[in-house]
């Protein structure tokens, strides 16, 4: 193998594919990233046995080939390279680096090592928007469940063309605690009705790749999405992610999210996210809990007190609509959670009472609903 390309190209590859990468005793091979020349350039594969990412780099092949090295070590070597061409050259199962003057070694295993990564048959995939993907995720994903005794709830839930939604994709993740959905915009391609569950580090990684392009003109606005029975493919111009899906049915949701409310109130998200914060300071510590009163005549009022720190308790203006809600007790984290992924400046608050959920949206804006179980004193 001998290929030679630039060393911007290069470490941008690097960077999007040697994320997953990790040593393990056990198995080596998953520390390292797959060099092999393709497509009349060199293509870098990594995987962690639960998803594979590869890229593609442009380069001009001089012979071709393919062999593994330790990813993290490759990509400190290269960020410490100036901009320029770099040469990959395999000799004896040693891969050479030269660059600028420098020639570097490094030992690294045999491509026929590297666990197989699937060549999927794909039917015709669905067209998402990339930026419209990014933020989805972005307002999903931290409310997927850490726990493991449901799996299923161990990613995000990703319904395309419901029977009464379609031309949408719908997101939704909870944790049992509480619940994110977005709904966003189908652009184009397959009009199958299908659902599945992808694992929050899928997730997480395929917004990383997004965020790590948006400055690239070459890059295409739409993703293509597409899913098999057990696996799903993102593709996003020379950048391809594979994951494994959650086996499992998520949870009917929808039947939990409040059809109406007594009391809507619309607040500034800032002086909220201030009230919150300082509530936070006082609240019960493993309880975490901080209350919201709602008054049509004074505002919305947040407070919490500990028996060993002390007490808080903040009002702000408000725009309120319904009835006074005496006290609704909340987690302090999950609200301000919420928050952070509300996109508008103002917050509409909605409740029925203490003991129903309460919703977060921004105002003026829709596709995004936030819901949270209430405390029960």
């Known amino acids: 193998m001998h290929i030679a390309c630039t060393q911007e190209n290069l470490l941008q590859g690097l960077s999007l594919v040697s994320h997953i990468t990790a040593k393990q005793t056990n198995l080596p091979i998953l520390g ?3 060099l092999k020349t393709e497509g009349g350039g060199l293509k870098l594969f990594s995987t962690n046995l639960e998803m594979a990412i590869s890229a593609q780099v442009r ?8 062999f593994t090295v330790p990813a ?20 004896d199962d040693v891969l050479e680096v030269r660059a600028h003057g420098s020639s570097t070694t490094m030992r690294g295993m045999p491509s026929s090592e590297f666990p197989l990564i699937p060549k999927l048959a794909l039917e015709a995939g669905y067209q998402i928007k990339a930026e419209a993907l990014k933020l989805a995720i972005a307002q999903t994903v931290f409310a997927v469940s850490a726990s493991e005794a449901r799996p299923e709830l161990g990613g995000v839930a990703c319904f395309f063309h419901n029977p009464d939604e379609e031309g949408k994709l719908v997101f939704a993740a909870t944790d049992s605690y509480r619940l994110s959905e977005r709904v966003l915009e189908i652009d184009g391609g397959s009009k199958v009705s299908q659902h599945c569950i992808v ?14 392009y948006k400055d690239d003109v070459d890059m295409p606005e739409t993703i293509e999405w597409s899913v098999t029975e057990s696996q799903m493919v993102m593709t996003y111009g020379k950048v391809e992610l594979i994951s494994r ?10 039947q939990i999210m409040p059809s109406e409310s007594k009391t809507k109130c619309i607040v500034a998200k800032s002086e909220l996210q201030k009230a919150i914060k300082a509530a936070s300071l006082f609240a019960r510590q493993g309880v975490f809990d901080i209350h919201v009163e709602i008054d049509a005549t004074k505002g919305m009022t947040v407070s919490s007190s500990d ?3 002390g007490a808080h308790s903040s009002t702000l203006k408000a725009d309120i609509s319904g009835e006074s809600v005496n006290k609704v007790i909340l987690n302090y984290k999950y609200f301000s959670d ?3 992924a509300l996109s508008g ?6 409740c029925i009472d203490g003991m129903n959920p309460v919703t977060l949206s921004s105002k003026g804006t829709e596709g995004f609903k936030y819901i949270i179980m209430p405390i029960r004193s």
């Open 72 to 91: 993290k070590l490759l990509q400190d070597y290269i960020s410490l390279l100036p901009s320029g061409k770099v040469e990959l050259i395999l000799k």
């Open 338 to 340: 919420g928050l952070s």
């Open 32 to 34: 390292n990233v797959l």
């Open 199 to 212: 694992p929050s580090r899928a997730m997480q990684e395929m917004g990383r790749i997004i965020s790590s």
């Open 307 to 309: 028996t060993g720190t």
């Open 245 to 254: 899906l959650i086996e499992g049915s998520f949870p009917p949701y929808r």
């Open 59 to 66: 380069g001009v092949v001089e012979a071709p080939g393919e």
């Open 345 to 350: 400046d103002q917050v509409e608050f909605q």
